[in-house]
């Protein structure tokens, strides 16, 4: 189980392999985990990342990447591209 606050460096971790997957094309974004209740899906300090790195995600896109926080949270049946995974992070993108 993931504690409560991801460390910066597992953060950076992530918004780099979503950069690096985009190739600085437009995607959008969505997170699942604690506090996902929240607006924004509690995803706001990986926005604010993948901005500070000249990628910020946008509404209404083909490509649509989801960060699960949190093994417990990952999909029993992933069906998705698997773009980053730790014990705690996983990243998958999907197309529409």
């Known amino acids: 189980m993931v ?4 460390p910066y460096n597992l953060q950076l971790k992530t918004v780099r392999s979503i950069i690096a997957d ?5 995607y959008s974004l969505s997170r699942i985990g604690p506090f996902d209740y929240y607006e924004g899906d509690y995803a706001q300090n ?3 990342l993948l ?3 000249g990628n ?6 083909d490509a649509h990447y989801i ?3 949190g093994n417990e949270y990952f999909p029993d049946d992933i ?3 698997i773009i980053y995974k730790s014990d705690d ?5 999907e197309r529409t």
């Not at 992070?89 to 993108?93: A, D, G, N, S, Y």
């Open 22 to 26: 985009a190739n600085w094309t437009d």
């Open 89 to 93: 992070i996983l990243v998958t993108k």
């Open 51 to 53: 901005w500070w790195f």
């Open 67 to 69: 960060i699960y926080e």
């Open 79 to 81: 069906k998705n591209t």
């Open 3 to 6: 504690s409560l606050l991801v």
């Open 46 to 48: 990986y926005k604010y």
């Open 56 to 61: 910020e995600p946008i509404e209404n896109t």
